[in-house]
C-alpha cells in the first residue's frame, strides 16, 4: 500500500524559501501522478501543483506559478517542492497526494485517494 511521507516544513520570514519533499516509503506506487495541496485554518484544500510522469510535465495553481517549483527523483517515489518568495497568504498545511491516473479535474482534491499526513508552513515575521 502507498504510503506518502512529507517532510521539509517550518517557519520562514516572508520572502523566505523552503523545500517539501513527498516520498512513498512503501516504495510501491505504480500512478503517473504526485501533487501537493495546501490547507490554511477554516479553507478548502487547495491546488498547488502536481508533476506527471506519462505526460512528463508540470501543473501550477496561478497564485504559485513563478515562485514555486515541482521536480521529482524517478522512479517515480519522490517529489520535492521548491517554493520560493514565501507570503503570508503561503501559510497552510501541505499535503502530497497520488492518484494512479491523471485526472482532468487535476485540480481537486476530491480526485485524490492517498495522502500523506501533512507538514505545517508558516510564514510570518
Known amino acids: 500500500q502507498v504510503q506518502l511521507v512529507e517532510s521539509g516544513g517550518g517557519s520562514v520570514q516572508p520572502g523566505g524559501s523552503l523545500k517539501l519533499t513527498c516520498t512513498d516509503s512503501?516504495?510501491?506506487?505504480?500512478?503517473?501522478?504526485m501533487a501537493w495541496f495546501r490547507q490554511a485554518p477554516e479553507k478548502e484544500r487547495e491546488f498547488v501543483g502536481l508533476w506527471n510522469w506519462s505526460r512528463r510535465r508540470t501543473y501550477y495553481a496561478d497564485s504559485v506559478k513563478g515562485r514555486f517549483t515541482i521536480s521529482r527523483d524517478n522512479p517515480r517515489k519522490t517529489i520535492d517542492l521548491q517554493m520560493m518568495g514565501l507570503q503570508p497568504e503561503d501559510t497552510a498545511v501541505y499535503f502530497c497526494a497520488a492518484r494512479v491516473r491523471f485526472h482532468v479535474n487535476y485540480w481537486d482534491y476530491r480526485q485524490y485517494n492517498t495522502w500523506g499526513q501533512g507538514t505545517q508552513v508558516t510564514v510570518s515575521t
Open positions: 512503501s516504495g510501491t506506487f505504480e500512478g503517473d501522478t
